[in-house]
């Protein structure tokens, strides 16, 4: 096996390391779930910082094994890659690279709509806090009489 093919099985490896993070969030995550149905707001945004986290990392990981592919494809002659490209073996990685890439991607597109949804909760939260906060003023104000007023009537 050339580096280039170890490059490509290490890649393959961390798309699939990746999508079984986002995977892993997206069922945390989802409404349905129980897990986000018994969290509160604070420990659904935890999840989110400990996902960002992970995937930034992931990402990481992946662009410096692109780096190293990309070195390894220009110290190769381009006859020897042209060869590489028409395997079968080659073919099924880039194959399995694509297709782990989909995956992660339509895993993306839940995940970013229940971290929507978060936002939303916290929101609707973050309102009725205001409301409740601005009915008790209100309250307060309209129960308490002017400073001495009452004292003034008495006497």
């Given at each position: ?81 042209e ?16 297709h ?6 339509l ?49």
């Amino acid at each position: 096996m050339t580096r280039i093919e170890t490059l490509f099985n290490e890649k393959i490896r961390m798309l699939e390391t990746m999508n079984n993070c986002v995977q892993k969030y997206r069922d945390l995550l989802s409404p349905k779930s129980d897990s986000a149905q018994n969290a509160t707001p604070e420990e659904k945004l935890d999840w989110v910082d400990t996902l960002t986290s992970e995937r930034e990392s992931n990402l990481r990981m992946l662009q410096l094994i692109d780096q190293q592919i990309e070195m390894e494809k220009m110290l190769m002659e381009p006859v020897t890659l042209e060869k590489l490209q028409g395997t079968d073996s080659f073919k099924v990685q880039v194959e399995q690279i694509l297709h782990l890439g989909n995956e992660i991607q339509l895993t993306d597109q839940s995940l970013f709509l229940y971290i929507n949804n978060i936002g939303f909760e916290i929101r609707a939260q973050i309102l009725r806090g205001l409301k409740e906060k601005e009915a008790l003023s209100k309250f307060k104000s309209q129960n308490q009489s002017p400073t001495g007023e009452g004292l003034d009537q008495k006497a």
